[in-house]
Nanobody, 124 residues
Framework: QVQPRESGGGLVQAGGSLRLSCAAS????????VGWFRQAPGKEREIVSS????????IYAGSVKGRFTISRDNTKNTVYLQMNRLKPEDTAVYYC?????????????????WGQGTQVTVSS
């Protein structure tokens, strides 16, 4: 079974950029739908973005639309989240999750496989 693994988090000033990567071990990420979620202290886990198995369908949370871009390179078994114009309210632990389904989903309950998360901190 696929085991996602995130990388690329860190500390950045407001207005800056980061790129998160989600690779996988134990399975092929390219045959799964992948979602990026985030969870800030005291808040519920929320969808950031999701991309279908073939990369043709993407969805974004309203709060990140126009600033974040999800993409995938199935030849590298990796999904990316490019985050631009970051804001302090983007500060959270970001998780990569996958599901063996062709369609995207915004619900964390639909994703069976989760990474450990990577911290993104945006300073004002």
């Amino acid at each position: 079974q696929v085991q996602p693994r995130e990388s690329g988090g860190g500390l950045v000033q407001a207005g800056g950029s980061l790129r998160l990567s989600c690779a996988a071990s134990g399975g092929t990420l390219s045959i799964t739908t992948v979602g990026w979620f985030r969870q800030a202290p005291g808040k519920e886990r929320e969808i950031v973005s999701s991309i279908s198995r073939n990369g043709e369908t993407t969805i974004y949370a309203g709060s990140v639309k126009g600033r974040f871009t999800i993409s995938r390179d199935n030849t590298k078994n990796t999904v990316y989240l490019q985050m631009n114009r970051l804001k302090p309210e983007d500060t959270a632990v970001y998780y990569c999750a996958s599901r063996y389904h062709a369609r995207t989903s915004i619900s964390p309950r639909d994703y069976a496989y989760w990474g450990q998360g990577t911290q993104v901190t945006v300073s004002s």
